[in-house]
Structure formats: structure tokens, C-alpha cells
């Protein structure tokens, strides 16, 4: 029997001597294990909590902006509490959208393109929502298109017509290079537009626009 616990001991002599050359590695790596662990539990609740408030919020907003007449200076305060409080939340992103969205309709322009930037601002990165980014870009550069302000429209648009992209991209890209002169490039944009679109309505908007451009040239 002697034996046996000997023989059971030298077994586990190895592992004893490696616990023992290595225990401040080991306590280390178990502090940090159980460090991620708490910080990962206490992040997720707050994010927990963080969307609960920012989606009260968010309701009130919704509400005053859905209603007949909407206060606009209450929009404004409750949109900033938002943005102040939650500006990296999904709720803020959709508030700031519809906000600006509204202030297009309404004509406002200059408030509609702040917060359509503010919105790509949020919404760029790797982590950023994708959907609402693309939104936010193509509707800045619309209005900075029509505020004459050309290069700052291809800017906001730039890192989707330079790659495959939908035709409405190719197409807005185009509309704004043909106010610039700038025909063989406008030329290219509406082609790949052409070869994007799967419609027949906006293909024969393209075939128009492609056309005038070939009376005016000749002109």
C-alpha cells in the first residue's frame, strides 16, 4: 500500500514541481481570466441599463416627431439629451436620421445636412452601421450637391463610386461630375449606373442623360 502512495505521488511530482517554477505566471493568468470575466458581466449589464434609458428616450422622441404638429425645439433638446448621453447607441442613430430627414422635407437644409454628417460621423469604422453610414452619405452629398458644393459631395460619396457599387451611386456620382464639366468622367460613372441598374425606368433615365450629354458635346 506503501508502495502505491508512493508511486501515486511520483506520478504527480512533475505536474508539482511545474506549478510551483510557474506560479506567479499562473496566478497572474487566473487574475486576468477572472478580471475579463467580471468586466465582461459588469459591461453587459450597463449596456443593459444604457439601452433601456436611451430607448425612453428614444420613445419620446419618436413620439413628438410622429405627431401632427411636433415641437421642434423639444425635438432638438430631446435629440441632443441623446446624442449627449447615448451617442454611439443604435437610438440615437435612427433619431438622428429621422431628425434630419425631417429637416429635409421641411427645407431646412443646413440642419439636415448637420445632422446627416453627424450621423456618418457616428456610423464610420469598421463597427459602424454600415446601412445608416451609406444613408447618411449619399443624402449629405445630395444636399451639398445642390448647394453647388461639388468636391464635398464626391467626398462623402467617394468610398463607394470608386468601388462596385449600386447604380443610384454610380448615377448620383455622374450628376454631380456633369455639373462640374467633367464629361468622360460623368460618362463612366453613368455607364457603370447603366450596367448596375436592373430596371427599365432607371436604365432609360441613364440612356437620357447619356444622350444629352452627346447633343451638348456636339453642340
Do not use: C, W
Request: net charge positive; charged share 25%.
Amino acid at each position: 500500500m506503501n508502495n502505491n502512495v508512493y508511486e501515486n505521488n511520483m506520478k504527480f511530482l512533475p505536474l508539482l514541481k511545474f506549478l510551483e517554477k510557474n506560479k506567479k505566471i499562473i496566478i497572474s493568468i487566473f487574475l486576468i481570466v477572472v478580471f475579463i470575466i467580471g468586466y465582461t458581466i459588469v459591461n453587459n449589464q450597463l449596456t443593459k441599463k444604457n439601452n433601456s434609458e436611451a430607448s425612453k428616450i428614444y420613445t419620446s422622441f419618436f413620439n413628438e416627431i410622429s405627431s401632427e404638429n411636433p415641437d421642434y425645439e423639444l425635438l432638438e433638446q430631446t435629440l441632443n439629451n441623446l446624442l449627449e448621453s447615448y451617442g454611439n447607441s443604435g437610438y440615437a442613430q435612427i433619431a438622428l436620421l429621422n431628425k434630419a430627414s425631417l429637416d429635409a422635407r421641411n427645407n431646412n437644409f443646413e440642419k439636415s445636412l448637420n445632422n446627416f454628417q453627424k450621423l456618418v460621423s457616428i456610423t464610420d469604422g469598421r463597427n459602424g452601421n454600415k446601412i445608416y453610414n451609406k444613408i447618411a452619405r449619399v443624402s449629405a452629398a445630395r444636399i451639398l450637391s445642390s448647394e453647388k458644393k461639388y468636391d464635398e459631395a464626391l467626398d462623402m460619396i467617394e468610398k463607394f463610386s470608386s468601388e462596385s457599387t449600386n447604380g443610384y451611386i454610380h448615377e448620383l456620382t455622374g450628376d454631380i461630375l456633369l455639373k462640374q464639366n467633367k464629361i468622360d468622367l460623368s460618362l463612366a460613372q453613368y455607364n457603370k449606373a447603366l450596367e448596375k441598374y436592373n430596371d427599365e425606368t432607371s436604365k432609360s433615365i441613364i440612356s437620357m442623360k447619356i444622350a444629352n450629354i452627346g447633343k451638348k458635346v456636339d453642340k
